[in-house]
């Protein structure tokens, strides 16, 4: 099955600096690569995602990049804002059209500090 | 559009009893559920995959005799943790996927503490 790696488990950065969170995936087949951020004792909230065959996608201040060839991908979040701070999971599957559970790293806790 | 809607919130139950966890998708009919266990500063981890008028399927480990799933229509899926113990303590939370969209859909979790 898929196994997914993610890095850093913690990571502090000053408002308005950038963060970047890595992940790395095992399962070639693996197609479809979302981000959730989740606030204490919330559900997690999408905030991106990309698919196998796009090397990048932005929203904003968040932006994914996934290299297929090393089965990396990567979070970055720029101006970074106090209302960021929350715990940040990635997640890869084979998406089949949703007939699979997601599997999650273990995920990044950043905090942002003023 | 795409809410998925978890019944209870929180849970507080003796030890040896059984409780049951309602996940209902609100706009859209879900074949397919899932049941994700996170234990505090965890991650989610995938229980069991909760299959519309069949059997669920389960995570190597995770004990289907103890956790009952019933997917009894297109919008509900039932997960019940029978005889639980304090180290069933956790948030479980389950999520879906809308046919033809992208990504997957949480509910908002249920605190579980067996005292």
């Known amino acids: 099955g898929e196994n997914v790696e993610q890095h850093p488990s913690t990571l502090s950065v000053q408002e308005g600096d950038s963060a970047v969170i890595k992940c790395t995936y095992s399962?070639?087949?693996?197609?479809?690569f979302p981000w959730y951020k989740q606030e204490l004792g919330k559900r997690p909230q999408l905030i991106i995602d990309?698919?196998?065959?796009?090397g990048e996608k932005k929203d904003q201040r968040i932006a994914v990049t996934l290299n297929k060839t090393a089965k990396h991908f990567s979070l970055h979040i720029t101006e970074t804002q106090p209302e960021d701070s929350a715990v940040y999971f990635c997640?890869?599957?084979?998406?089949?059209?949703?007939?699979?559970?997601?599997?999650f790293g273990k995920g990044t806790h950043l905090i942002i500090q003023p | 559009g795409a809410v998925v809607s978890q019944h209870p919130s929180r849970v507080i139950c003796k030890s040896g009893t059984s409780v049951k966890i309602e996940c209902r998708s609100l706009?859209?009919?879900?074949?397919?559920m899932f049941w994700y266990r996170q234990f505090p500063k965890k991650s989610l981890m995938l229980m069991a995959t909760?299959?519309?008028?069949?059997?669920?399927?389960?995570e190597q480990g995770v004990e289907k005799d103890k956790f009952l799933i019933n997917h009894a229509s297109l919008t509900l899926s039932t997960l019940t943790v029978t005889s639980a113990h304090p180290e069933d303590s956790s948030f479980y939370i389950c999520?879906?996927?809308?046919?033809?969209?992208?990504?997957?859909?949480f509910g908002s979790g249920t605190r579980l503490t067996v005292v």
């Open positions: 999520s879906a996927s809308p046919q033809g969209a992208k990504g997957y859909t």
């Open positions: 399962d070639s087949a693996s197609n479809y």
């Open positions: 990309i698919r196998s065959n796009v």
């Open positions: 997640a890869a599957i084979y998406s089949g059209g949703g007939a699979d559970g997601l599997t």
């Open positions: 706009d859209f009919q879900a074949t397919t």
């Open positions: 909760s299959n519309e008028g069949s059997k669920a399927t389960y």
